[in-house]
């Protein structure tokens, strides 16, 4: 039997339920500004998916790689969700 392909579907929906939460906390702290930080995250791992011998491996990194371009877009749309006020938007101390 050969159980990878339930492996990386639990592993897609892990990482799904996983970057939400951090796409909030990244535009609630940073804002959209910090997408650069998903940009560089993805090709690296796209990067190191490419070269990976294990299968596993490969595809995980891949998913990870896509989680995080797929993540500048959520990055917008949340900023979006702020300011229609379905999220709350960072008070900055200014002391």
């Known amino acids: 039997m050969n159980f990878s392909g339930i492996l990386i579907g639990v592993l897609t929906f892990f990482l799904i339920g996983l970057f939400h939460p951090i796409v909030i906390y990244a535009e609630y702290y ?10 560089l995250v993805g090709i690296l791992c796209m990067i ?4 990976m011998q294990e299968i596993l491996w490969s595809v995980s990194l891949g998913v990870l790689g896509v989680s995080c371009f797929w993540s500048i877009k959520e990055l917008k749309e949340q900023e ?5 006020g379905w999220f709350p938007k960072r008070k900055v101390d200014k002391h």
């Open 30 to 39: 940073f804002g959209s500004r910090c997408w650069p930080v998903f940009l």
């Open 48 to 51: 190191l998916s490419v070269r």
């Open 80 to 84: 979006k969700r702020v300011a229609k």
